[in-house]
Nanobody, 127 residues
């Protein structure tokens, strides 16, 4: 059973920064790609960023490009989302997710291809 636990959310003013962490356990973390999604009230869960199993490939949504960075530390079984220049529209619950497939060559932005999810962490950006 894979477990994902997010941390690092909170309340921040517009223009500020936060770093989210997601600690994984239950299978070989270094063999699986990871992703971050977010869900704002009344909206569908949307893709934010993804990273390949090795960390060699990353992809971020256009809405956060240039502001958010995804990274991972396989020795610590942890994936990170560094969020800079935060905007009120970034307010959402942020979820960490693990790819269903191991050793995927690329990264995936498709929600259904992630088989394991964390409980989410709230990020609120005030204007």
């Amino acid at each position: 059973q894979v477990q994902l636990v997010e941390s690092g959310g909170g309340l921040v003013q517009a223009g500020g920064s936060l770093r989210l962490s997601c600690a994984a356990s239950g299978r070989t973390f270094s063999s699986y790609g990871m992703g971050w999604f977010r869900q704002a009230p009344g909206k569908e869960r949307e893709f934010v960023a993804a990273i390949s199993w090795s960390g060699g490939r990353t992809f971020v949504a256009d809405s956060v490009k240039g502001r958010f960075t995804i990274s991972r530390d396989n020795a610590k079984n942890t994936v990170y989302l560094q969020m800079n220049s935060l905007k009120p529209e970034d307010t959402a619950v942020y979820y960490c997710a693990a790819d269903r497939a191991s050793l995927r060559v690329t990264v995936t932005t498709i929600r259904s291809e992630y088989g394991y999810w964390g409980q989410g962490t709230q990020v609120t950006v005030s204007s």
